[in-house]
Every structure is written in structure tokens, then in C-alpha cells.
């Protein structure tokens, strides 16, 4: 089935680095454009970034710009996140989300991973 | 940085009509999205391109947009419809940004 499952998250701390990965199932990942989003603790969404279906573009939220990167594996059927500097207020929930193509769901996230949880803390 | 602002909270009975608002500047240019997120779950996208609901999202869930607000609409409310609800939308240079969250409470 179509699936999305992160992995990566734990504990690190302040300035340290991390990388996330979401590996993708039951679909034909290098037609969709993938975002990451996130939810600290008891709080709303916020969005983090996107890469294109061919990895041509990728945009980032102006919280995690210069900090954060995106790319794509799509002989992997993977997308990563690789955060550098890490800080207190970048703990929170980490989700993978496929953006839907044009014939479904265009622009939308229609899939969405469970998520892996990320704490900074000294 | 652009934002989308949404109330904090809804509250309706059962079978009431509940209305949840979106304001962003943008949004007479760009296409807004709901999602629903129901505690300790993913989110779920309940309405795309202002007005569509996807496959599988029972119809008393609309939505619409005029000028600046888009307007998540669930007409005859059921407890099950209790969540949080997050519009979404990009600016011009194509990030993306969500609205605050609604806390929908059916009582």
C-alpha cells in the first residue's frame, strides 16, 4: 500500500546535527514532490520545506533556511532531511508528506507519514 | 513573512453548522487547503483548491474562499468531527505556510 516512514529522529544536542530520511512505498515517488512539515509539542503545523518530483527546486521556511537541507533518492524511493545547527525550538514532530501530482490531488498532501520525533536539549 | 490567520477555537452542538475562517492576503491568488488532525494522528487533507473534497470525505464538509478569507464549512457537525484545523496555502515564492490551527470542539 502506499506508504511513507520516517526515521532518524532522536535526541541531540543544540548545534549538533541530524539527518532524517522518509523512505516511500507503493507509489511512483519520482512523479510527486515531497515536503517535510513539523508540530512541536502541542502545537499547530508548521511547514518546512519542499523538493520537486526531479529535485530541480527546492524552497525552505524562512525558520530553518541556511540551516536545513532537502534532497531526494529516487533510485531509493527516499527523501532526506539533513539539519545542521540545531536549536532548542526546532524540537518537535517531524512528518514526510507527498504532495499529490496534477491528475490527484494537485498541490495537496495527500499522504502523510506517522513522523519522527526530533529533541533538542543540553 | 506571509501568515494565515485562523480563530483559535470553534464550538458547535451536534448537527449545528460549524464555520472555520482562514484570512491571508494572498489567498484572492492562491488556493487554499484544509486538514484535519485528530489527537495523536497525522493530519488528513479534508478540502483542496478552495472548494474540492477529496475521495472518502463525507459532504457535509465544504469549503469556499472570497477575497481574502476561505471558509472550512461542516454542516451538521458530529462528535467525530472533533479535531484540529489547519488551512494551508503558498505565498509567491512558493512556500508554504499554515494557519494557526482551530480547535473544533462538538458538545
Partial sequence: QVQLVESG???VQPGRSLRLSCAASGFTFSNNGMHWV???PGKGLEWVAVIW???SNKYYADSVKGRFTISRDNSKNTVYLQMNSLRVEDTALYYCAREG???HLPNSFDIWGQGTMVTVSS | ???LTQPPSVSVSPGQTARIT???DALPKKYAYWYQQKSGQAPVLVIYEDSKRPSGIPE???????GTVATLTISGAQV???ADYYCYSTDSSGKGVFGGGTKLTVL
Fill in chain 2, 60 to 66: 457535509r464538509f465544504s469549503g469556499s474562499s472570497s
Fill in chain 1, 53 to 55: 518530483y526531479d529535485g
Fill in chain 1, 38 to 40: 513539523r508540530q512541536a
Fill in chain 2, 80 to 82: 467525530e468531527d472533533e
Fill in chain 1, 9 to 11: 529522529g532522536g535526541v
Fill in chain 1, 101 to 103: 501530482d496534477a491528475d
Fill in chain 2, 1 to 3: 513573512s506571509y501568515e
Fill in chain 2, 22 to 24: 482562514c484570512s491571508g
